[in-house]
């Protein structure tokens, strides 16, 4: 039995070696077949691209050699039209040598007929001046002088008729701006002198100020820089000086030494100084008002405290820190008039005037002294520059002719200002002397308290047209030389009188 197992298992071992090499014969037969049947349809495919990569390789050739011939057509149309426009310029650069050619002989021509021109025109003057006895210089005056007497008439109406239309119209317009802001401000002014009246409850008083030897009084004076008189006047003793500070603290410290009773050297001394702070006090109180009615805000306490130092500074008897008060305002009104910048011309005609704060002790005119203070607090130019030109004819700006306007019309007002009996004769007595300097002045009346100036002149030396030169000429010799409040009228009259009797 164990040997039909052995002999079965050795029997179907056989078998299945003999069917498994059966199979794999036959499995590799068959992969060589599809092998070979893949190889053979890769061979067919290669042979279908290979005609189709022919096929486009000869029709990219075929349109490479169209665009080939088609570029050479383009590059041989541009050639000729090249050549055309190179024959062309060729020719227009021919033509245009010819025409410079014949400019340039032209040219010499008409150099040459000038030469002629001008040859024959020399002898035709030597010719004239033979003739007329004159030379040409002469000739030429005379008929300057011809022309001048024909049109002299012509022109001088021409120009009466053009200054009355445009004075009539700018008057006009200007009366109306004007009278809408004067009639909108209005400020009153207390005059101010160069002396103050100290009032004493007894002549007794005045010993005990002068002191033994003259002690107190000679103390008073060299500690407060004024003078001091003691007179016959009962009850009252004055002050004198020029700087309206010095005079206001003399005039404080006296009236508490006065009150106290107690008048020597030293209490002299405490009093000056008490006074002064006081002063100090004052003069920060008004420039803080001063910027407060007027609604400027924002400047440097020492600039309001130099501002408020005008209360104390008058100028033809008007306040200047009232004055400038007014001028703020008026320069607000007719800057809001124009449509200029409000604000600017207020606070630019607020500090115009600052000059005058220091002018008794800087050296400088005032509008420069002023500029100067106000660049240095760091005051833009548009504030500063109407402190420098407020007295010139033209400003440079609008707001600087607004706060020029606005000082005439502060100082120029009825009661505005005030002079001394002594300096009112002067200042009309130099008007009259400033045009009798001129050459056919025959006489001079300043009338209407300074503010017109009537000159009479020789009619024969002077005539219309000369007149109105004359006019011109003393009203830029006033301006230059005199100093006036507001404004002067220069009106220079020419009459010729007939007489004729008949009996």
């Known amino acids: 039995m164990f040997l039909y197992l052995i002999v079965g298992l050795v029997v179907g071992l056989g078998l299945g070696y003999l069917t498994r090499r059966y199979l794999v014969r036959r499995y590799a037969e068959s992969a060589e077949a599809r092998a070979t049947k893949l190889l053979a349809d890769a061979k067919d495919k290669e042979k279908d ?30 050639q000729k039209r090249l050549e055309k426009r190179e024959a ?39 010719k004239l001046q033979k003739i007329a006895g004159l030379t040409r210089e002469e000739a030429q005056k005379v008929l300057l002088e011809n022309t001048e007497r024909e049109v002299k008439e012509e022109l001088l109406n021409r120009v009466r008729k053009l200054q009355v239309e445009n004075r009539e119209e700018l008057e006009r317009e200007s009366k109306n701006i004007l009278s809408r802001v004067i009639e909108r401000c ?13 009032t004493l409850p007894s002549d007794e008083m005045k010993g005990r100020i002068i002191g033994r030897e003259g002690r107190n009084i000679k103390t008073l004076e060299n500690q407060l820089g004024v003078d001091i008189v003691v007179d016959d006047t009962p009850e009252s003793i004055i002050v004198s000086g020029f700087s309206p500070i010095r005079r206001q603290v003399a005039k404080v410290a006296l009236e508490k030494l006065i009150a106290d009773g107690r008048i020597h ?14 002063i100090a006090l004052e003069i920060k109180k ?32 008007q306040n200047v820190l009232q004055h400038s008060i007014e001028v703020a305002q008026l320069s607000a009104l007719l800057a809001e008039e124009l449509g200029a910048n409000v604000s600017l011309a207020k606070k630019a005609g607020l500090l115009h005037d600052l000059g005058k704060a220091v002018d008794h002790e800087v050296e400088g005119t005032h509008p420069e002294i002023g500029y100067n203070i106000l660049k240095k607090f760091g005051l833009p130019e548009e504030v500063a520059k109407p402190a420098l030109e407020h007295h010139l004819d033209q400003p440079s700006t609008l ?3 607004i706060v020029k306007v606005a000082d005439a ?12 009996y002594e300096n009112y004769i002067q200042r009309l007595s130099e008007l009259e002397d400033t045009a009798k300097t001129f050459e056919g002045v025959d006489k001079v009346y300043a009338i209407q308290a300074g503010r017109e100036i009537r000159v009479f002149v020789e009619p024969t030396k002077i005539d219309d047209w000369n007149a109105q030169k004359l006019a011109r000429e003393i009203a830029n010799k006033i301006e230059q030389e005199l100093k006036y409040p507001g404004e002067i009228k220069v009106n220079v009259i020419r009459e010729t009188r007939t007489i004729e009797y008949a009996r």
Not at 54 to 62: G, P, T, Y
Request: net charge negative; aromatic share 4%.
């Open 286 to 317: 008004a420039g803080e008002n001063a910027a407060y009615e007027v609604g400027v805000a924002g400047l440097d306490p020492k600039l309001v405290q130099i501002l408020g130092r005008l209360t104390f500074r008058t100028s033809y008897g």
């Open 186 to 198: 209005a400020t009153s002014h207390t005059t101010e002198t160069t002396t103050s009246v100290i």
């Open 265 to 278: 050297p030293g209490r002299i001394e405490e009093a000056i100084e008490t006074a002064k702070q006081e």
């Open 88 to 126: 062309l310029f060729d020719q227009k650069l021919l033509e245009f040598e010819d025409k410079k050619q014949e400019l340039l002989n032209k040219a010499q021509k008409l150099e040459e007929a000038r030469e002629e021109v001008a040859k024959i025109r020399e002898e035709q003057y030597d």
């Open 49 to 78: 691209f290979l005609l189709a990569a022919k096929e486009k390789a000869l029709k990219i050739i075929d349109e490479a050699k169209h665009d080939e011939n088609e570029r050479r057509k383009e590059v041989l149309e541009m």
């Open 409 to 420: 019309i502060s100082g120029a007002r009825p009661g505005a200002r005030k002079d001394s």
């Open 399 to 401: 707001e600087g002719l």
